[in-house]
């Protein structure tokens, strides 16, 4: 089982990018996706994450009103869009699938236990 995270690059302070994490082999749509941050130097952080129909969400106080997660199922397929980017965004995104439910657990917010995970792409924000 593996994920494949895309569309990391480097973007100018307040620009946009928008992530897409793909699974191959099998489907997502029962599982809970979330993707992660990390920085050199600083421990892994999830940024947001959403249930399997997509009709639940959860961000971290960190990305709230500048990142946006969403899904499509059929594409299998979850995306996630920044916007507002800073320097502070600048890290390997990864996403991963479990089937615990989305929320402020230590699960979401940390990728500890989490089942399956994508390779991670890389976002730089700088002028």
């Known amino acids: 089982v593996q994920l494949q995270a895309s569309g990391g690059g480097l973007v100018q302070p307040g620009g946009s990018l928008r992530l897409s994490c793909a699974a191959s082999?099998?489907?997502?749509?029962?599982?809970?996706i979330g993707w992660f941050h990390q920085a050199p130097g600083k421990e892994r952080e999830g940024v947001s994450c959403i249930s399997s129909s997509g009709r639940i969400t959860y961000y971290p106080d960190s990305v709230k009103g500048r990142f946006t997660i969403s899904r499509d199922n059929a594409k299998n397929t979850v995306y996630l869009q920044m916007n507002s980017l800073k320097p502070g965004d600048t890290a390997v995104y990864y996403c991963?699938?479990?089937?615990?439910?989305?929320?402020?657990?230590?699960?979401?917010?940390?990728?500890?236990?989490?089942?399956?995970w994508g390779q991670g792409t890389l976002v730089t924000v700088s002028s």
């Open positions: 991963a699938a479990d089937l615990l439910p989305p929320g402020p657990i230590t699960a979401w917010a940390t990728g500890l236990g989490l089942a399956y």
């Open positions: 082999e099998f489907t997502l749509d029962a599982y809970t």
